[in-house]
């Protein structure tokens, strides 16, 4: 409803209503920002506050299944991967903050009930914050990684490492637009953000993780592109890649075994370009399924 | 009575309806969706029908109305936070709801951290809350509590910082339900004073309350809303009245109003009109002839010799305003049977809103009450825009203090 054409341009009118609503929407946009690293930081210190370590253990639950799964996959059933623990940790990281980042977003919604219902902001930042909170724990676990492999040995200081970059930014779309959208399915079917869980632990397991990526190269032969259709695969090889610096290894046998996805460039920039697009048309589609349901949310909670 | 000038409409909801589906059993997991089928197991409720409120620039509105009515509803449409099923909302400018104090507090948050976090949520930017945090925290009452996480605040507290925190926002527009009742009785005068000052930087206010003497002292406009649909708009008193008249409590016409019940006497109804012993004449306008009627019956009976008869125009609050006496020795006769006692005034005086009338009959020897009776809303007079029982025109001036 527009105000009445006639009505005169008083000051404090309609007229210096436009322009204040202008430089509002201007404004608004770092307004969420700033809600947005509120919410995050808020998560962050509930989630520590109290606990003597702190963010210790934001690294602790990573470390714990990196030990793990490289006693498993060292003793137990070999991977045959030398500096296992980094390959490890490099695509342990990257899935760790992809599913969780999905899984605290799909929750976001439902669990701030109390505030969608009673105080109007942009819904968005929920979600948003869930998949931030992820983000902020990967950039701490990083250079964590980074110290570790660099006592180990592990060069990753060459132009490959820059592959971090693409593989990161990704993530990044991929875990917004999946967190965004299961974030607003969770509001109608419950049921969402558990089903969201016991799938990302099957999803785990499609991603060159704990085993060689040139496992799959040696299985599934001309079909190899198949398996990185899986955007997460691309994200996971390519930040091994970037960081990771054996392409192959010799096993006892004197056969030369393929570690990482692909020695070369060309395959990750092909990749990361399917999973950009894959993922910018999902964060389309995320965008669209949560404007449309989130005029809903407060009358569904 | 002389509307307020509406500028330009800050607040525009046509025709907006609002339907809620009851599901019999929650029909939102996966499971059962599939099993029954959509449209199984759900009623209809609509909270709203076909609502239409304006409200201009500078308006304080009191939005009342019994419980479920759908007053939170229609604050939340409003708000933006609930769609409605139907009809159009419009608001301009910069919306702060109150719907609830301290919704997007966090326990384990200190105060200090939580202000910065309620205020990002109301809209307000980093750098606005670094310069407003003194003031907020003054405002507040907290002092160095404002460290400590607030789960360990007490209820009150909690609240006068959510207050604190939402009166800074500096809305166009403020939406409150229910919440101005907050705090001890210092704090909620503050509240009240906050609310005031709202006013006179001429910001729109709508709020839903139950105390109905909040809506007569600061409303400029009374809305009352029941079962879904706007049953009046406009003067606050009025609006108060005809809720109590909804709720039933607006006391049953001749109630009595005090318990000096002798008998002998009863008090049957009181009438104001511009005519004498003419209808009753629900609004009067200041200078209006009045004429009271009281009509009273003596009942035959021994031992009572009823006298004078006495109105008392009461406003809200109960406040008396003016009395009416019949002279001495010329009140209702010692005779059964039933008597119209008249009283005329020239021209009603300069009244504002709805009034009280207080009825008693006095004995003709003790002078003691036989019998009171109290006619609420019985004299409606509609005169100025200004809250106050008197409308007093004055001449101001504006002159430089030398």
């Known amino acids: 409803m527009s105000a009445p054409a006639e009505s005169a341009p008083l000051p404090g009118g309609p007229h210096d209503r436009a322009a204040l609503a202008r430089s509002r929407a201007a404004a608004q946009s770092s307004i969420r920002w700033e809600l947005l690293s509120q919410l995050v930081r808020k998560d962050l210190k509930v989630k520590y506050q109290g606990s003597t370590l702190g963010f210790v253990w934001s690294l602790a639950n990573p470390l714990f299944m990196l030990g793990i799964y490289y006693v498993i996959f060292t003793y137990v059933f070999p991977a045959g991967v030398p500096n296992y623990h980094v390959y490890l940790m490099a695509g342990l990281l990257s899935f760790t903050a992809f599913s969780q980042g999905v899984i605290n977003a799909s929750v976001s919604v439902v669990g701030n009930a109390g505030l969608v219902k009673k105080v109007r902001f942009p819904l968005l930042v929920l979600p948003l914050s869930g998949v931030g909170f992820a983000m902020v724990q990967l950039a701490l676990q990083l250079p964590v990684l980074l110290v570790i492999a660099l006592i180990s040995g592990v060069n990753f200081l060459g132009p490959e490492f820059l592959l971090i970059i693409p593989a990161l930014a990704l993530l990044l779309v991929l875990t917004t637009a999946l967190g965004t959208l299961v974030s607003a399915l969770n509001v109608r079917f419950r049921d969402t953000s558990h089903f969201v869980e016991i799938f990302m632990l099957v999803w785990f397991w499609t991603n060159p993780i704990l085993y060689r990526a040139g496992i799959i190269k040696e299985q599934l032969g001309d079909y190899y592109w198949v398996y990185f259709l899986n955007p997460v695969a691309t994200i996971v090889s390519t930040v091994q890649r970037a960081i990771y610096d054996q392409p192959f290894t010799v096993n006892d046998q004197g056969e030369r075994l393929q570690v990482l996805a692909d020695p070369g460039y060309l395959f990750y920039f092909r990749n990361l370009a399917i999973g950009f697009v894959f993922s910018g048309l999902l964060l389309l589609l995320a965008r669209r399924t949560f404007n449309r349901l989130q005029a809903d949310f407060a009358e569904d909670l | ?402």
């Open chain 2, 1 to 402: 009575m002389p509307q307020p000038v509406i500028s330009a409409p800050v607040i525009s909801a046509k025709g907006v309806s609002k339907r809620f589906l009851t599901h019999s059993s929650k029909a939102t997991q996966l499971k059962e969706r599939i099993v029954k089928g959509r449209g199984a197991g759900t009623e209809e409720f609509w909270a709203l029908r076909d609502v239409d409120v304006t409200v201009g620039d500078g308006e304080t509105v009191g939005l009342i109305g019994p419980n479920g009515a759908g007053k939170s509803t229609l604050l939340k449409v409003l708000a933006g936070i609930l769609r409605p099923t139907s009809g159009q909302v419009e608001v301009q400018g910069r919306i702060a709801s109150l719907l609830e104090l301290g919704a997007g507090f966090n326990g384990e948050l200190t105060g200090r951290e939580n202000v910065y976090l309620n205020a990002a949520l109301l809209g307000l930017s980093r750098k606005e809350v670094d310069r407003l945090l003194d003031s907020i925290i003054e405002f507040s009452e907290q002092g160095p509590r404002i460290d400590d996480p607030v789960k360990h605040y007490s209820s009150g507290e909690y609240v006068k910082l959510a207050f604190s925190i939402a009166v800074h926002v500096d809305p166009d527009v403020l939406l409150i339900d229910e919440v101005l009742a907050v705090g001890d009785e210092a704090f909620a005068r503050k509240c009240l004073g906050k609310i005031e000052q709202f006013q006179q930087a001429g910001k729109t206010i709508l709020f839903v309350t139950h105390s109905l003497d909040l809506v007569t002292t600061l409303c400029t406009r009374g809305i009352v809303v029941d079962h879904g649909r706007v049953q009046y708009d406009g003067d606050p008193a009025f609006a108060v009245g005809t809720l109590r008249k909804i709720l039933g409590t607006d006391r049953p016409v001749g109630q009595p109003l005090a318990p000096v019940e002798i008998g002998g006497v009863v008090v049957h109804s009181a009438v104001a009109s511009t005519t004498p012993g003419g209808p009753a004449s629900s609004r009067l306008r200041a200078g209006d002839p009045l004429h009271l009627r009281v009509t009273c019956e003596v009942l035959a009976s021994d031992e009572v010799y009823p006298g004078e008869v006495g109105v008392v125009v009461m406003g809200a609050g109960d406040i008396p305003v003016f009395a009416l006496r019949t002279p001495a020795g010329e009140g209702l006769p010692p005779v059964p049977g039933r008597y119209d006692v008249d009283f005329a005034i020239d021209a009603v005086p300069p009244l504002n809103g709805a009034f009280i009338l207080g009825v008693q009959v006095d004995h003709a020897e003790t002078h003691l009450p036989i019998t009171a009776r109290r006619f609420d809303d019985a004299i409606w007079v509609e005169t100025g825009v200004l809250p106050g029982l008197l409308d007093v025109p004055a001449l101001t001036t504006v002159t430089e203090a030398s």
